[in-house]
């Protein structure tokens, strides 16, 4: 056993003094390949620094030889040094046989920086002088998806397809492939993709993306069962129940959508989604008290939830529950919010608790923005006849008359109004 064997056995049992000591003989040794089987090993362990040291020695005795510059500059980008690993594998010379790999670590660094194009460049430059490398076909997937290239990523990944790659440093290609054409809305395309993938290795996260993909296709009882089978794989991964619920939505199982956000929130309790949908649910299947809580829950995690406001308005108003309404409504506006919807229901709320004044301003103030919206002008103009002001309603409904000629019931009370008024 020589001295760079002995120091890693010492690093493997703890003993740091000794391997400091033969890290010192190997150092100060002239075995170059000692050294540099070291080295590497350093590097795969971590210890960084020392590692430095023998490549930057080695480099010495062999200056320019570019498999020493490159572990060197990998070892250097490990230490946050990046600036310095840039500056020696530029000095890698285009005829090197490790070329073509300084090239992928400085698409990397360059990738890491948000400078994609010139990454793709360094990336572009390695295949052409190694065409048939995977790993830099590999590479240029991997950065076309990041950058939202998905056309560019799905090319790259079927080049390793068809090679008859199913795999990459333990990169699934199928995996990748279905990622892509999900990504780039092509749900359909991707679904046989993620089939692939799970064949190879059916694990949690791929399981999750293959039932979102098919509710995105509109596949929803596939969906459903992917989901299912995710949620049993691994209860704990909350991202699936939302969707999975959704799912049985879809297919009108509500009971078991329920039960899946119910699921959900028993897994994590902080998730405003799942409330909100849970409470939907629950007032879809008649349990309305369960509905109302969860809809609470909602805005109680997010006081600024409008979705979760607006559907706790809309059993409130059919509760009667006009005092509710204007509570939410003055809320969000305590923070500063007016949303208008819910200054829509907070004025229906007060015309029905016969606070007309409030209702009038709340009306008056919202018609710049909802006078687009035939339902609320109608209203406002209704509102405003039961008010006695006839004037003020009858520009109103001649708006909404123009907008509907044939609504009749319009065109006789605008007649009638312009009797009244002139």
């Known amino acids: 056993m020589n001295n760079a064997e002995n120091m890693i056995a010492h690093l493997e049992k703890g003993d740091m003094a000794g391997a400091s000591a033969l890290y010192e ?33 080695l480099l010495e005795s062999f200056p320019g030889e570019g498999e020493l510059s490159l572990l060197l500059a990998e070892t250097l980008v490990e230490l946050d040094r990046e600036e310095e690993a840039m500056l020696i594998l530029d000095e890698i010379d285009d005829t090197d046989p490790f070329y073509a790999r300084s090239l992928l670590v400085q698409a990397d660094l360059y990738q890491m920086q948000g400078l994609y194009e010139v990454s793709e460049q360094k990336l572009l430059q390695a295949k052409q002088t190694e065409p048939d490398e995977p790993v830099i076909k590999l590479a240029l997937g991997e950065l076309y998806l990041e950058e939202g290239k998905f056309l560019e990523a799905v090319r790259q990944y079927k080049e390793l397809e068809e090679a008859g790659m199913p795999d990459i440093a ?21 679904l046989p993709h993620f089939e692939r993938a799970l064949e190879e290795k059916r694990d949690i996260d791929t399981l999750f993306m293959y039932g979102f993909t098919a509710f995105q296709a509109g596949q929803f009882k596939t969906a459903a069962l992917v989901l299912t089978e995710a949620a049993e794989l691994d209860p704990d991964y909350h991202s699936v129940y939302l969707h999975l619920a959704r ?21 994590d309790a902080y ?9 939907k649910l629950a007032l879809k299947t008649g349990q309305e008290e369960e509905g109302e809580s969860h809809l609470r829950e909602a805005l109680a995690l997010d006081p600024e939830y409008s979705e979760a406001a607006l559907a706790l308005n809309a059993l ?19 923070t500063g919010i007016d949303e208008p919807l819910l200054l829509w229901d907070a004025a229906r709320a007060a015309e029905k608790l016969e606070n007309y004044k409030e209702a009038a301003g709340l009306y008056e103030y919202l018609y710049p923005v909802l006078n687009e919206n035939t339902e609320f002008v109608a209203e406002y103009g209704y509102f405003l006849l039961e008010e006695g002001s006839r004037a003020q309603a009858l520009p109103l409904f001649e708006k909404l008359m123009k907008e509907e000629p044939l609504n009749e019931e319009w065109t006789e009370l605008v007649e009638r109004l312009k009797m009244d008024i002139y």
Do not use: C, W
Request: no cysteine.
């Open 25 to 57: 003989k190997v150092l100060a040794s002239s075995d170059a390949e000692e050294q540099f089987m070291l080295g590497e090993q350093l590097l795969q362990l971590g210890f960084l620094d020392e590692a430095r040291q023998l490549f930057e020695q």
């Open 271 to 279: 998730q405003k989604e799942l409330y909100l949908l849970a409470g």
């Open 316 to 334: 409130l108003m059919k509760k009667e529950d006009y005092e509710g309404v204007l509570e939410i409504a003055s809320a969000f506006r305590e």
């Open 170 to 190: 333990g990169i699934s290609i199928q995996k990748r492939l279905a990622e892509a054409y999900s990504a780039g809305g092509a749900f359909e395309e991707s």
């Open 247 to 267: 799912a049985y939505e879809m297919e009108e199982e509500l009971d078991e959508a329920l039960k899946a956000a119910r699921a959900g929130i028993a897994r």
